[in-house]
């Protein structure tokens, strides 16, 4: 099994910064990828910004120039930097990621953390 905590949301002021973080633990062989993913008040759950393993990236566009992702495989840990954050950006922000558990890739989620941008 494989467990995801995640850190570093909060409220922030239009065109602040945040920085998520998110920790995988566990039976861990290999990361095939992580990324992040949002819900807003009564929308769905929208992929904010993937990163694989060899370090390619796919961000949503709506956050593109604005959010930035990293990976740290020593770690197991993947970041998001969000800056010149919108209104729009409110949400709970969820990680994810795909993971080599022995003999299988297994997707796992973590709980959320919520990011309220408000003035």
């Known amino acids: 099994q494989v467990q995801l905590v995640e850190s570093g949301g909060g409220l922030v002021q239009p065109g602040g910064s945040l920085r998520l973080s998110c920790a995988a633990s566990g039976s861990i062989v290999s990361i095939n990828h992580m990324g992040w993913y949002r819900q807003g008040p009564g929308g769905q759950r929208e992929l904010v910004a993937r990163i694989f393993s060899e370090g390619s990236t796919v961000y949503a566009d709506s956050v593109k120039g604005r959010f930035t992702i990293s990976l740290d495989n020593a770690k197991n840990t993947v970041y998001l930097q969000m800056d010149s954050l919108k209104l729009d950006d409110t949400a709970v922000y969820y990680c994810?990621?795909?993971?080599?558990?022995?003999?299988?890739?297994?997707?796992?989620w973590g709980r959320g953390t919520r990011v309220t941008v408000s003035s």
């Open positions: 994810n990621g795909q993971f080599q558990v022995v003999y299988s890739y297994e997707d796992y």
